[in-house]
Each structure stands twice: as C-alpha cells, then as structure tokens.
C-alpha cells in the first residue's frame, strides 16, 4: 500500500525531472542525456560510419534516425517509463532549411516525441561550459525549463 503509493510518487517525480533528453549529433559521435544533468549519460559513435555529417552538414538522414533511437532506448535503459517529452538537440552548422526539415520528421515522427528545441551549436558550446546555466523556452501558453 504505501511503498507502492511512494514508487509511483517517486516515478511522478523522475519523469518530471526527466521530461527533456538533450541530444548533440557529430560525424565521430552521438551524445545523449536528460536535460540538467552535468554530462550526457550515452555516447557511442554512429550507426551507419562517420559520415553522418560533412563539413557542418547531415548526410546520412538514415543513419541519424538509427543512432537517435538507438540513443534514446540506451538512455531510457534505467527505466522505460522515462521516455522523453521532447528533445532538446544540436544542428549541424551548415544545415539547410530542407536537412532542418527532415531532422525535424525524425524526431517528430520516428522518435515520437512532443517538443523539440533546436540549438546551434555555438549556443550549445556556451551552455555546456557555464556561460548560460538556465533556458526557458515560452511559446504561447506552452513552456520548459532546460
């Protein structure tokens, strides 16, 4: 009765912790963690080689739905009930509109998620060190804490 009424409290808790993964994709590697958390808690090269990206581009569209969901069941390993609300995650500098588009279909359609929140990554460099400790996104009557 209670230790039961307290897990659920417990996994309540978690999955409001958890709500956002934070994502950063490079031709070496795939970084994966829950937003707040002071390193990435996955990383492992690429599916598909290292040509994912080129020269600040995506390549591969193919590979990088593979290794995002291959990230993303790693990351949830702990506990499956925590699957992310959204995502959080870098784009290739030289991206386009059209590779932003696609990277936007994977992750709304393949990897199902609610929210996505595209950061360059120079703003992702100056989050990682410090320089900027808290974002909140507000959009309309929708916001998040990362």
Same mark, same amino acid.
């Given at each position: 009765?209670?230790?039961?009424?307290?897990?659920?409290?417990?996994?309540?808790?978690?999955?409001?912790?958890?709500?956002?993964?934070?994502?950063?994709?490079?031709?070496?590697?795939?970084?994966?963690?829950?937003?707040?958390?002071?390193?990435?808690?996955?990383?492992?090269?690429?599916?598909?080689?290292? +040509?994912?990206?080129? $020269?600040?581009? *995506?390549?591969?569209?193919?590979?990088? @739905?593979?290794?995002?969901? &291959?990230? %993303?069941?790693?990351?949830?390993?702990?506990?499956?009930?925590?699957?992310?609300?959204?995502?959080?995650?870098?784009?290739?500098?030289?991206?386009?509109?059209?590779?932003?588009?696609?990277?936007?279909?994977?992750?709304?359609?393949?990897?199902?998620? +609610?929210?996505?929140? $595209?950061?360059? *990554?120079?703003?992702?460099?100056?989050? @990682?060190?410090?320089?900027? &400790?808290? %974002?909140?996104?507000?959009?309309?009557?929708?916001?998040?804490?990362?």
């Amino acid at each position: 009765g209670n230790q039961a009424a307290r897990q659920s409290q417990r996994l309540a808790e978690l999955q409001q912790e958890k709500s956002w993964a934070c994502m950063h994709t490079t031709s070496q590697r795939i970084e994966l963690g829950w937003c707040g958390d002071d390193e990435p808690r996955v990383v492992f090269p690429p599916l598909g080689g290292t +040509d994912i990206t080129r $020269l600040g581009r *995506p390549q591969d569209m193919g590979a990088i @739905a593979k290794s995002w969901a &291959t990230g %993303l069941r790693l990351l949830q390993a702990d506990d499956a009930a925590l699957a992310p609300k959204g995502i959080v995650m870098t784009v290739p500098a030289r991206s386009t509109r059209e590779d932003v588009d696609t990277l936007l279909a994977i992750a709304f359609d393949k990897l199902t998620v +609610d929210g996505v929140f $595209l950061v360059h *990554p120079c703003m992702a460099d100056i989050m @990682a060190t410090g320089g900027i &400790t808290r %974002l909140v996104v507000h959009i309309e009557d929708a916001s998040a804490a990362v």
